[in-house]
Nanobody
């Protein structure tokens, strides 16, 4: 089993910044990618960003490109999400996810590609 623990959420004004962090523990020998998803009230969970360790590939959801940056350390099984220029529409619970199998580019944005999930951290952006 793998446990994921997120931290760094909070309340920020529009235009501000937050940094989310996620640490994986347990049976992390197979860690092929780590990602962030988010779920706003009344909406489905959606993809935000992913880092695949093989090839150091990163992908972003279009609305966060240029504002969010995902980074991480494969050896330490950690991933972070630097969020700048935050907007009220970024308000959501942010979830960290880990994949224990190789992901192709087309599957990296897909929720079911990930094997383990954190409990989430709330991000609230006020206008």
């Amino acid at each position: 089993q793998v446990q994921l623990v997120e931290s760094g959420g909070g309340l920020v004004q529009a235009g501000g910044s937050l940094r989310l962090s996620c640490a994986a523990s347990g049976r992390t020998s197979s860690n092929y990618a780590m990602a962030w998803f988010r779920q706003a009230p009344g909406k489905d969970r959606e993809f935000v960003a992913v880092i695949r360790w093989s090839g150091a590939i990163t992908l972003y959801e279009d609305s966060v490109k240029g504002r969010f940056t995902i980074s991480g350390d494969n050896a330490k099984n950690t991933v972070s999400l630097q969020m700048n220029s935050l907007k009220p529409e970024d308000t959501a619970i942010y979830y960290c996810a880990l994949a224990q199998r190789t992901l192709f580019i087309y599957s990296m944005r897909v929720e079911r590609s990930y094997d383990y999930w954190g409990q989430g951290t709330q991000v609230t952006v006020s206008s």
